[in-house]
């Protein structure tokens, strides 16, 4: 995905989610191995995601960041080995230097959590011709579970997407590679992404394509009283269906399967209106 004309979006599309992390939320430590990160990559792919997106750092509620070195040491081999079986590789980083050194790796795209506020991640992307996803987050990931607060937060979460956007194209980064993630669960109360969800349409009709990402999100474990992973994957691809029906096109998950197929019968009824 280094524009939009290398992948089909009118049926949506899978991002399947590489965490070679020791700490992150849902599956800290199952691939930190890089031959077994590798493998995991390889069966999301197989099982219809057209991205990997591969994380080296935590994000969850609470988490406190690493330093470059170590979040490349996490993530370049397992960025190196996807790229080298044909993979289509994202970043999942804030910080310029490891955004650098993975595109140098092969990686496609980068996934700016923080919606590219530092001026030099603006600089990284804008010398490449890579994709990149601007995210919304309130606060950072060691604070924004804190005390997340909106007057209004489709209009506020709206507002600083497009402000991210206008910045990087300034800069000089395409209209063309440019998607948009409202940040589900970053920084916001389960109140506030329901209504985002919501609003999809709303964000939609900028013209960018719109990215998800809710899988095995606390404020889905919250609406089903269920802290088990199944049952969180099966809700997650409810969302991801109901999220199409709404306007977005990208989904980042865990599972793939699950969402690939709500993804399939949700593109067909649309495809019918």
């Known amino acids: 995905m280094v524009s939009r004309g290398q992948v089909d979006l009118d049926g949506g599309a899978i991002v399947g989610v590489l965490n070679v992390t020791p700490d992150s939320f849902s599956d800290g430590g199952s691939?930190?191995?890089?031959?077994?990160a590798v493998a995991h990559g390889l069966d999301m792919v197989e099982s219809g995601a057209v991205l990997v997106d591969v994380g080296g750092e935590s994000t969850r509620p609470g988490a406190r960041p690493v330093p470059d070195g170590e979040e490349l040491r996490r993530l370049l081999p397992a960025v190196a080995g996807l790229v080298a079986a044909g993979v289509r590789v994202s970043v999942d980083?804030?910080?310029p230097g490891v955004a650098r050194r993975a595109l140098e790796e092969g990686a496609v795209v980068i996934n700016d959590v923080t919606g590219f506020r530092d001026e030099e991640m603006v600089e990284v992307v804008a010398s490449s011709s890579c994709g990149v996803v601007a995210m919304h987050m309130q606060g950072t990931p060691a604070d924004m579970h804190l005390d997340p607060a909106y007057t209004d937060v489709v209009a506020e979460v709206e507002s600083e997407l497009f402000a991210s956007a206008r910045r990087l194209?300034?800069?000089?980064?395409?209209?063309?590679?440019?998607v948009l993630d409202p940040g589900i669960g970053f920084g916001k109360r389960a109140s506030h992404s329901l209504q985002l969800l919501a609003n999809l349409d709303r964000f939609a009709a900028h013209g960018y394509p719109i990215m998800v990402g809710t899988s095995r999100k606390g404020f889905l474990g919250g609406l089903i009283e269920s802290d088990n992973r199944e049952r969180r994957d099966l809700a997650t691809a409810v969302t991801t269906a109901l999220a199409f029906s709404r306007g977005a096109?990208?989904?980042?998950?865990?599972?793939?399967?699950?969402?690939?197929?709500a993804l399939s019968v949700a593109a067909a009824i649309v495809a019918n209106q």
């Open 31 to 36: 691939f930190d191995d890089p031959h077994q």
């Open 93 to 95: 980083t804030y910080k």
């Open 169 to 178: 194209m300034a800069a000089g980064v395409s209209e063309d590679r440019i």
């Open 249 to 261: 096109r990208l989904f980042r998950v865990h599972d793939v399967s699950r969402s690939r197929d």
